[in-house]
């Protein structure tokens, strides 16, 4: 078969298995071990029968529910590469835009300056190696209270080069207890209320801690806000990505817990209510 073959082929297993027939297309893609370019100049090549079997397989895994991520075993993430499996939640694009937020609040309050930047349940590490990569005058930490997925947050740190110190423990409690105070706290956390409807390609594929975040998903948010002073500095940026139905909710933790702070929800490229950036110590001038 051809690679245009084998997409035909499983575009139609796709649709007969009622699951996302796009994904066919990346898979068949990133399994050809070639890049974009490459590929579409042999798309009409016939594909080794090696290769054929394994992408086949590939194919098979995807239609009975299997994420994409999982069968080629990473995913891009602002642009690196991000190893990825059962251990950790599949970095969202949404979560690439809370890193723009970050870079351009840097820029805002810090301008150039040497920063302390802690990213709260890291997972597979994606906003801690982003951050790194991206911005040299941030030093990154980053805490999971997965043992398995820091050491997958470990790998993408070497992986790209990127320094982190990671630490093992509930969101901001290793912090806390190594006396350690930061300019910018970053956090996506779990925030799926937990009687919400998830589809099975996630519920079945992706860890539930790093999925759900209690009554109405605001659990981890309200334990970071009750801690938070403990590892500030009296001039930060907290971020965080939350759930596009707790605008207010987010807004209220911020207004009780730093009444003074500049704090404000902005949207996500889909328009709904994703993140609450919270600026602290602003100079008004
Ligand atoms: N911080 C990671 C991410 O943004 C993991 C988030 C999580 O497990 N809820 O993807």
Partial sequence: MTYQQLINYGKKLAKSHNVEVEGIKILVLEM??????????????????????IIKKGIEE??????????????????????VNGDVLIPRPETEELIGYVLAYYDEMFDGKKVDVVDVGTGSGNIAV??????????????????????????????NQANVTFYQGNMLDPFIEKGLKFDILVSNPPYIPDDEYVEPLVLDNEPNIALFGG????????????????VLKDKAIMAFEHSHKTRLEMLELANTYFPEANSFVIKDLNGKDRFLIVLIGEEND
């Fill in 62 to 83: 995807y239609v009975s529910g299997k994420p994409v991520q999982h069968i080629v075993g990473y995913t891009y993430f602002y642009g690196y590469k991000m190893v």
């Fill in 215 to 230: 009554n109405k998903g605001m659990k981890f948010y309200q334990e970071i806000f009750e801690n938070a002073k403990k």
């Fill in 32 to 53: 050809s071990g070639l890049n974009g370019a490459e590929f579409l100049l042999n798309i009409h090549s016939e594909v080794d029968r090696a290769l054929e079997e």
């Fill in 130 to 159: 982003a951050l790194a990569c991206e911005e040299s005058n941030m030093k990154v930490w980053a805490s999971d209270i997965s043992f398995e997925a820091l050491e997958t947050a470990k790998v993408n740190a070497e992986n």
